[in-house]
């Protein structure tokens, strides 16, 4: 995954997280910004829904090292 949405990003399926919340991996088709709309999210934005993202920014490698240590994607068969 790369940090920014909307850019080139693998298709991954919805999860499951914190004993069941539903996250979306792809912008509905009523965000609030077009050009999103049926895009792929980015770790920044899938961190931020999970409250994971810090108030100062991360380099891709500490946000992907965050997100391959949540249950969910440690789950996930690659």
């Known amino acids: 995954m790369n940090l920014s949405s909307g850019e080139k ?3 991954m399926h919805n999860t499951y997280f914190d004993e069941g919340i539903q996250q ?3 912008f509905p088709l009523n965000y609030h910004i077009l ?4 895009q792929q999210k980015g770790l920044k ?3 931020t829904e999970r409250e994971l993202w810090p108030d100062r920014r ?3 490698e500490k946000a992907r090292k965050i997100m ?3 249950s969910d994607f440690l789950a996930q068969k690659s």
């Open 24 to 26: 979306e991996m792809v």
């Open 9 to 11: 990003q693998p298709n």
């Open 45 to 47: 934005q899938v961190l």
């Open 58 to 60: 991360l380099k891709l």
């Open 68 to 70: 391959s240590q949540q």
């Open 35 to 38: 050009k999103l709309r049926e």
